[in-house]
């Protein structure tokens, strides 16, 4: 990072910024990029380079942060006259170096130079009727929706930080898009030098109702110490969904940590516990206003799938079919497993969601597909390895976990069925959001014929996992 900052420093008093020469007269709080000649605030920056070396870095990288997050408050970027070549990335360097970088990238739409991200690709989808007008994204050819054709069109930085600051919150410019696709999730700066995380919803997902439940259910468990990070609340009447800009909007304390290790029995022992005290909680009552999860969870994703004519000829008859045998397996299991409890679930418990600490143990994040089932939904995907594997691991996680709460031993032969119904509707999933430019560019090896290939093969596979007996706990 000082040897960055002192490259930036060099470039800030010489005067020149990549060969070319800064005009300071010029200097202003808004920026003018086009075919690579550069203009931008230097304001927040020259007292940086009048800094003591030792503190340069520091006060260049926060003057650089908030530069950028200027220029994507700026009309120009609102009004999507400056465009990002970055594909989203840009504002995110990681060194003062990277982040002079990303200014780089930024240029006007309409000038003699067109940056790649506006260069227009055939209309219509790669295959099926994913729908839309697509762009062609700098990358190997795979097909970006328009940015006019998905919900988070309008949720700029602008708005963003606007949303926070109507919350009485005072933000420093510093944001950082998270790792999410369904909502979008982004880590703000505050000026105290504090931050927060802000979930804004999908709009259309969820009803307020379902929304509400969600958060009561975090306050509930965090009341009981239980270690889930639940949304912040704000105004005499205790409001946790906020509406800014036609958003719907939480806000929640940032918490750290890294992915459990869980081939150690201790840390699945210490998660057996955390989820037994969820499910004892969840248990008390249903949700009212959330789904529960059934074979409908994976029959709405097959259906949309076929519907659509996603699947090519080379695959669609083996995929009907090996999909549809699947999905009857999984009812005939369903029913052979009789009676089972239906409680509140995180319903998306796996490692991802699971920031843990040495110290603290783990923080529990993400409630958004909380949702009615059987208990055995929220243990099933921290198991992983062969069959002995997973029933070791399993025990571990029972150690704990029936300290608090006793799992009925029936719901192990629901184990297949639930993973089965997973990996149909994640398939479903990427197909409805394919309209959203972000999962093309997460998800590229999606609707090929090789992604395809691969889940023809998948269906083949469950079908024999679903003809084995259940893991078998003493």
């Known amino acids: 990072m000082v040897t960055s900052a002192r490259g930036s420093v060099a470039i800030v008093e010489s005067g020149r910024f990549f060969d070319r020469e800064l005009d300071f007269s010029l200097a202003s709080r808004e920026v003018c990029m086009s075919t690579g000649e550069v203009a931008h605030s230097v304001l927040n920056l020259v007292p940086a380079v009048n800094q003591p070396r030792e503190k340069k870095a520091d006060e260049l990288t926060n003057g650089l942060t ?7 408050r700026s009309e120009m970027y609102r009004r999507g006259t400056i465009v990002a070549a970055g594909a989203g990335t840009a504002g995110q360097g990681g060194t003062v170096q990277g982040k002079i ?31 839309g007008p697509y762009m062609r994204a700098p990358f190997d050819g795979v097909r970006v929706p328009a940015e006019s054709h998905h919900p988070y069109k309008r949720l700029t930085p602008d708005t963003v930080l606007s949303a926070l600051e109507s919350l009485g919150l005072e933000t420093d410019g510093r944001m950082l898009a998270l790792n999410s696709y369904e909502n979008r999730v982004y880590q703000i700066g505050l000026e105290d030098g504090s931050f927060v995380v802000v979930k804004f919803y999908r709009p259309g997902r969820w009803s307020d109702q379902a929304i509400w439940e969600e958060h009561s259910f975090s306050r509930e468990l965090a009341k009981r110490e239980i270690p889930v990070v639940p ?34 029995p201790e840390v699945l022992l210490r998660l057996g516990r955390f ?106 995907m921290l198991l ?9 691991q399993l025990s571990d996680l029972l150690e704990g976990y029936e300290e608090f709460f006793d799992l009925d031993r029936r719901e192990l032969r629901l184990i297949e069925p639930l993973r089965a119904l997973r990996i149909i509707h994640y398939a479903g999933w990427l197909a409805r959001r394919w309209t959203d430019p972000a999962f093309p560019r997460a998800f590229p090896w999606f609707n090929t014929l090789r992604y395809w290939e691969e889940q023809v093969l998948t269906l083949r596979q469950l079908l024999q996992d679903l003809d084995q007996p259940p893991l078998s706990i003493g």
């Open 275 to 380: 989820l037994g005290r969820i499910h004892a909680l969840g248990a008390t009552r249903p949700f009212a206003h959330r789904p529960t999860l059934d074979s409908g969870y994976g029959e709405a994703a097959y259906r949309f799938i076929l519907e659509r004519g996603l699947v090519p000829p080379e695959y669609a008859g083996q995929y009907g079919d090996l999909g549809r045998k699947v999905l009857d397996r999984v009812g005939e299991s369903l029913k052979q497993a009789g009676y089972y409890t239906l409680i509140r679930l995180h319903g998306d418990f796996h490692p991802g969601n699971i920031l843990w600490t040495q110290n603290d143990g783990a923080h529990l994040v993400d409630m958004d597909d909380c949702r009615n089932g059987p208990a055995v939904q929220d243990l099933w």
């Open 231 to 264: 949304p912040m609340v704000f105004g005499e009447g205790e409001t946790t969904l906020n509406e800014y800009g036609g958003f719907r909007f939480a806000v929640f304390p940032r918490r750290g940590g890294r992915w459990p290790e869980l081939d150690d």
């Open 66 to 72: 908030k530069l950028i997050n200027k220029v994507k």
């Open 101 to 131: 970088g990303d200014l780089h990238y930024c240029r006007f739409r309409g000038t003699r130079q067109q940056p790649s991200i506006s260069c227009r690709g055939p209309e219509g989808p790669t295959r099926g009727t994913l729908g």
């Open 384 to 392: 992983s390895g062969e069959r002995h594997e997973r029933i070791i």
